[in-house]
């Protein structure tokens, strides 16, 4: 089904500004949120994962229900999980489309991946951090 595809700050993200291989951030960045009667319609339920392909490339998330979220949209907090979907083009702006990018998504199985395994499949290298 297509989605249009919204980004953007949350608390949760925000905390995890620091130590950003940990697991605090990549709960808070991969997931998505949708709307219960979209999930209804994917027939998934929230918890599982989907698969959302963009301009940008694929990625694996979990999903959580939200009726703040209308149909028909989805929305995922900024971080490297919203940035392998979105994309590189910025239209001379040096600013990607954040909001409004149309997405394809399906029920997946997949597990969802780490942050390291995201950044090694665009060709980078995993973070780097002393604590590890």
């Known amino acids: 089904m297509t989605f249009l595809f919204n980004t953007g700050r949350t608390s949760a993200q925000g905390t995890g500004l620091e130590h950003k291989s940990g697991p605090e951030y990549r ?3 991969s997931v998505c949120r949708m709307n ?3 999930l209804m319609q994917l027939e998934i339920e929230a918890g599982e994962r989907i698969r959302a392909a963009g301009p940008g490339g694929v990625v694996v998330l979990r999903v959580a229900a939200s009726d703040d979220i209308p149909q ?3 929305f995922v907090p900024l971080g490297p999980y919203a940035n392998a979907v979105v994309g590189g ?3 001379g702006t ?3 489309d954040y909001k409004s990018v149309e997405v394809e ?6 597990p969802v991946p780490t ?3 995201l950044m090694e499949a665009v ?5 780097l951090e002393e604590e590890r």
């Open 27 to 29: 709960e808070a960045t």
């Open 36 to 38: 219960p009667v979209d």
């Open 72 to 74: 028909g949209t989805v």
């Open 89 to 91: 083009e910025t239209h």
């Open 94 to 96: 040096g600013m990607p």
């Open 105 to 110: 998504i399906e029920p997946t199985d997949d």
């Open 115 to 117: 942050i390291d395994q």
């Open 123 to 127: 060709g980078g290298l995993a973070y």
